[in-house]
């Protein structure tokens, strides 16, 4: 799975496109059409297996059990200054692909952009 960071303060889908100060109109078109010839690359190699963004963290809830009671809170956990915006399911011969993949997303230039392996159901690779 790849996961797709993004500062809450721009919550932008792709995240680049809220940087209006920081890139050119041209540098944000290159980089939807970057990420445009990457998403139609995977869907046709068959690696792409599903896609989706996450709601601001404003719509946000996060429960926690203590002593028997839930608490739930308003927001992600964290004190991290990104949160998850969304997430791309590959199905890629080696963590190495993936990484590759990854790393061509345009997003990977202003925040993170993590790779993490799917747990089998028998939790084996543990």
């Not at 496109?17 to 690359?41: I, T």
């Not at 792409?48 to 992600?76: I, K, M």
């Not at 004190?79 to 993936?98: I, N, P």
Request: charged content about 25%; some cysteine.
């Amino acid at each position: 799975m790849i996961l797709i960071y993004s500062n809450p303060q721009s919550w932008v889908h792709p995240m680049f496109l809220h940087q209006r100060e920081q890139l050119s109109d041209a540098e944000r078109q290159s980089r939807l059409g970057q990420l445009g010839d990457l998403l139609q690359e995977i869907a046709e190699s068959g690696e792409l297996v599903g896609s989706g963004a996450l709601s601001d963290p404003l719509n946000t809830r996060t429960v926690t059990v203590r002593e028997g009671a839930p608490e739930v809170t308003d927001g992600p956990f964290g004190e991290a200054k990104e949160q998850l915006a969304g997430y791309f399911l590959v199905d890629c011969e080696s963590m190495e692909r993936a990484t590759e993949i990854a790393a061509r997303f345009p997003d990977a230039r202003d925040c993170a952009v993590e790779v993490r392996p799917l747990m089998d159901p028998s939790g084996l690779e543990m």
